[in-house]
């Protein structure tokens, strides 16, 4: 069907012209001799309104009706009201109807309401600027890896190892239910690999063999995590964005997270001022000035011997009290971020029995090289680390964990061909969204969400 988008008629490319639009209808409203409908086509948060002069088109109340597809054909022109752009509408037609009890109607429904049917919630102008908001971040991501040398490698989905050596993994197999086989070996040696398999957690460790050929590497795709938590910051799957850094230190891995984020956010703040208004309105009350803020950098750094000192001498009451040698919890993170930094902050040198294996040894023997970035309102957006490269080091951590040093040979190969100081992060694109935009659902930033007992 030959038409424009609303987009470029609201932004007056058409206007003193002759025009077709298409879209679904948003509102309408009836007056005397007038009948004003406004429209969406999805290529802008905002609506266009036709203007209808009833007596020249009688049947144009067939399409007043919310949730219909329309086209129109009619005259773009500067608004009476002086803001943006309306048509003077000659012809209208209804392309498909839409029944009153079609569930989206004119008043604001509730987030929750909205998720049981995610198919159609995208119609509403929080979704609206939701996915446009998350385009153009995901394109302001790859923007900036590409403009700096860094290579997009696609990492497999389908993997035998879970990278965490503890990771909650989906498994994968082609298996009927059988009680044919007596052990779990026999019954995974039978299985389409022959061997286990699951849906990998993380791209990092066939990052990591990139980046030991490429030197600057990234990936952006999906990751996921049986995890059981029914938490607004979990997701089954999710996007994942993970940059690795050859011949860095975990300085270099900070800079560049930082160096990404500001710039990514430079980005949205340009792309996107509709959806951030409509933010700042209806999500968070100084949205513009906290973006605004952290695009100019400057985030904190804390260690984490430092910021259990601080949590223990906050006087708060946390569900879990800190204590050197836990993992933050959640609280602990926002009150770092939230009342302690008043920014994003990273903390740095976890206890090495809450981090993972490959992560670089500090010479103090108890800590290990890792970064993770907290940002007030949600909590660790990025875990990132400097790699162990020691192969000694690296094997005596593998068998600290009682993990199979054969399972990690090729791993194990980097460090014994050419090793170099490397480093990456992690970063869950949905939980950079909802910083961005104040949505407190992980479900609300994502088209069909996945968790635990949800699959719609
Ligand atoms: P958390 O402690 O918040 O569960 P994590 O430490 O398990 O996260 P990492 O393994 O460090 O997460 O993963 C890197 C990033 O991926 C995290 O900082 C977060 O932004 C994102 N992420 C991790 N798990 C999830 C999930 N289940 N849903 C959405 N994003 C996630
Ligand atoms: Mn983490």
């Excluded at 989206?104 to 987030?111: A, E, I, S």
């Excluded at 993970?242 to 984020?261: G, I, K, T, Y």
């Excluded at 050197?324 to 994003?344: C, N």
């Amino acid at each position: 069907m030959e038409h424009c988008d609303i987009k470029n008629v609201l932004a007056g490319a058409f206007t003193g012209k002759a025009v077709t639009v298409c879209g679904w209808v948003r509102t309408a409203r009836d007056s005397k001799n007038m009948l004003f409908i406004e429209i969406n086509d999805g290529t802008s948060l905002k609506h266009l309104q036709l203007v209808i002069d009833k007596d020249g088109l009688p049947d144009a109340a067939l399409c007043a009706k919310l949730g219909c597809s329309v086209t129109a054909r009619g005259d773009a022109v500067a608004a009476r009201d002086g803001q943006g752009v309306e048509l003077n509408v000659r012809e209208l037609t209804l392309i498909g109807d839409c029944p009153p009890e079609y569930p989206l109607q004119k008043k604001r429904h509730t987030l929750e309401f909205l998720r049981a049917m995610p198919h159609l919630r995208l119609r509403s102008n929080t979704f609206n600027a939701v996915f446009r908001l998350r385009s153009a971040l995901s394109a302001a991501i790859h923007g900036f890896f590409q403009e700096n040398g860094f290579l997009y490698v696609h990492t497999p989905l389908i993997t035998g190892s879970d990278c965490e050596g503890a990771g909650e993994m989906f498994r994968v197999t082609t298996h009927p239910f059988s009680h044919g086989f007596e052990t779990q070996a026999a019954y995974d040696a039978a299985d389409f690999f022959g061997q286990s398999a699951g849906l990998s957690v993380s791209g990092q460790l066939e990052g990591e063999t990139a980046a030991m050929a490429f030197g600057k590497i990234y990936t952006f795709g999906p990751s996921f995590r049986a995890e059981n938590s029914n938490t607004p910051r979990h997701l089954a799957e999710y996007w994942h964005v993970e940059p690795e850094l050859a011949f860095a230190d975990l300085n270099d891995v900070l800079r560049l997270a930082e160096n990404m984020m500001t710039a990514v956010l430079k980005t949205v703040i340009a792309k996107c001022p509709d959806e951030l208004a409509f933010f700042e309105k209806h999500f968070e009350s100084g949205l513009a000035q906290k973006l605004e803020r952290v695009s100019g950098g400057g985030f904190a750094v804390l260690d984490y011997t430092e910021a259990v000192k601080i949590l223990t001498a906050s006087g708060r009451a946390f569900r879990y009290p800190a204590a050197w040698g836990s993992d933050l919890q959640t609280e602990h993170e926002r009150y770092i971020t939230e009342e302690y930094a008043k920014k994003p902050v990273f903390v740095i040198n976890y206890p090495k029995a809450v981090k993972s294996f490959y992560m670089k040894q500090n010479a103090d023997g108890r800590t290990v090289a890792a970064g993770d970035l907290l940002v007030p309102g949600v909590g660790e957006i990025i875990g990132g680390s400097e790699r162990e490269a020691d192969y000694g080091k690296l094997v005596s951590a593998l068998k600290e964990r009682g993990m199979n040093e054969s399972d990690y040979a090729g791993y194990l190969d980097l460090r014994r061909y050419g090793t170099a100081p490397h480093g990456g992060f992690g970063l869950g694109l949905e939980r950079l969204l909802m910083y961005l935009s104040g949505v407190a659902n992980i479900r609300d930033v994502t088209l069909f969400p996945r968790a635990a007992g949800q699959l719609i």
